[in-house]
């Protein structure tokens, strides 16, 4: 998220950021404490709903619901905060 919110060309935020929208590359069969995932590849999928930071701040609401965090889905206002949530 870090490239995303502050070293693409364009900053993006993604609005539906949920654990099926993050790829693991490597093979975690053999995983055996969470440290051994620090050392694995991820990828963020599924950009259909993703936004330039320099757009309005103030969006139509968007995104799955039980992952939007309370600004947007009170007030459609939506940040890089909102994609940690």
């Known amino acids: ?11 993006i935020i993604h609005r539906d950021l949920k654990c099926s929208n993050i790829l693991i590359l490597e093979a975690i069969e053999n995983i055996h404490n969470e440290s051994e995932l620090l050392y694995k590849t991820l990828k963020i999928t599924d950009f259909g709903l993703a936004r ?20 947007c889905i009170r007030n459609n206002e939506f940040s890089t905060k909102s994609d940690v949530w």
């Open 1 to 11: 998220m870090k490239y995303l919110h502050e070293e693409a060309v364009e900053h």
């Open 52 to 71: 330039k930071q320099l757009q309005s701040s103030s969006m139509s609401a968007a995104g799955t619901f039980p992952w939007m965090s309370p600004e």
